[in-house]
DNA sequence: AGCACATCCTTGGTCAGACCAGTTCTTAAC
DNA sequence: GTTAAGAACTGGTCTGACCAAGGATGTGCT
């Protein structure tokens, strides 16, 4: 009974300062305030800010690393990985025109900007909400000028920043990784709307305004209902040009 | 997979002195050299031996013991503590032969099968399509001197390259834990059914074939669906010997 | 003898400071 | 504006030291 009582001590007792700088960067890319693609904080950086040896920090660092969490390069910053990217490859290639694959796409884009848009409202900064507004009011203002493909990556930066502003490891690395990969099926439905409507649907720069608004009230559920109708709604869209 | 890259870099670029000790480590345990419950050698033994840095000693030492293959003690000796072990070993006694809980193991399996081999139809790379292959081959050419034990290993073996060529971390993972966690369950099955019918039913044999086959063509529904029938069969073997 | 206790040596854990070898940002020359 | 040299980073490794926690040893006592 010692024993136990012992080891419930061995629960409460301090973390050591190592333990706290793992738990703290675990933390920091887990809770999706270090992006992946961002960098870290370098270990000299990390030795002052935590008043430890700078192998100690090597340490903690490595193991990150050999987590697959983050990267580092000789002489370069250590890199914050995409968690997912291990494990996803997509080996078939040239399926970016095939409708029924962009359907596919766009359904499991509807879900994904759906998860991406509920945490986005209850988890961004107020920083990244304002960068949002800023993106969105730009994408309005020089609608007029730009081209289909302009159009495509700016509606791509729209939602990369709401995923983003998710702070949520999985959600933001699966929309990196998920736009990259599929970006010409995204593009594709654009042209194809374009082609068929000789112009972008108002629905479209509309629902971008109903997402941003239920962010700004941070009103996750009809976050995550707008963006799963706007995507689905471009689903339709591209749907009826067969 | 990791394996394959870790050795083609060997064939390139000359292992570094911290490389070379780690996989000595490694090799060491996994070759039985050290067995569990010895003592390894001493950091500070490492460094003379390697002429390396203690930092680096530890970091190799450190990884090994994150790994769970062996276990490091303020003041004491580092210990081998051989992660097979832990799985293998049942952690309730007498469980793994209780016939109820052998049968909700099986249909925990049978639902693992299928999605394994759904994924690995579509996913699998011909190299490990022809990997199962051979192993489909052996497992019958040597069938006749081989004893429930070996049967039992052959029968994991096949099917954990399914769960691997899923290319699908989930499974992967969860196989991988579940395989080693039951095996007893999974050997106190061919047990039974070898007591009942004297001999391994003709079922199994043909069962994995169709579900090869099923493989190669690339058919992913009647690959799981094969899998999935495959382990209902063993299934109702065991519950029929009650 | 057998047992308890203090001691010393070895072990793993941590630290500080240094050097090397790459990368990245500045800056000055063109 | 471009480009090339260099300064100022970065991560990777090394050295040698100290600390704290076993484990072994020896001593003293009963």
């Known amino acids: 009974m010692g024993e136990e009582l012992a080891s419930k001590e061995s629960l409460i007792t301090v973390l050591t300062k190592k333990q706290q700088l793992d738990r703290f960067l675990r ?5 999706g305030s270090i992006i992946p693609g961002q960098v870290l904080p370098s270990q000299r950086q990390l030795v002052d800010e935590f008043s430890l040896a700078r192998s100690s920090v090597r340490e903690v660092v490595q193991q990150l690393e050999l987590d697959g969490l983050i990267s580092t390069a000789h002489g370069g910053r250590s890199i914050c990985q995409n968690v997912m990217a291990q494990y996803i490859d997509m080996p078939v290639e040239g399926v970016g025109d095939n409708l029924a694959f962009q359907l596919q796409v766009m359904e499991a884009r509807a879900f994904l ?8 409202a209850l988890r961004a900064t107020d ?8 993106e969105f009011e730009r994408m309005q203002v ?10 495509a ?3 791509l930066r729209f939602h990369t ?47 971008h305004e109903l997402i941003y608004q239920a962010l700004h009230k941070r009103d996750a559920e ?5 963006a799963s109708e706007h995507v689905l709604y471009t ?3 591209l749907e009826s040009t067969d």
Do not use: C, W
């Open 235 to 237: 689903r339709n869209l």
């Open 113 to 120: 900007e759906g998860e991406a848009a509920y945490f986005a």
């Open 27 to 31: 933390q920091e890319i887990v809770s």
């Open 222 to 226: 009809q976050a995550k209902k707008m």
């Open 127 to 134: 920083q990244q909400l304002e960068d949002i507004a800023r």
């Open 153 to 155: 990556k700016a509606d």
């Open 161 to 207: 920043m709401i995923a983003e502003s998710s702070h949520h490891v999985l959600i933001t690395s699966f929309s990196q990784l998920f736009y990259n990969r599929y970006f010409n099926a995204i593009y594709g439905v654009l042209n194809r709307t374009l082609i068929k409507f000789g112009r972008y649907p108002d629905g479209i720069r509309m629902q």
């Open 142 to 151: 020089r609608s007029k000028g730009l081209t289909t493909l302009d159009k």
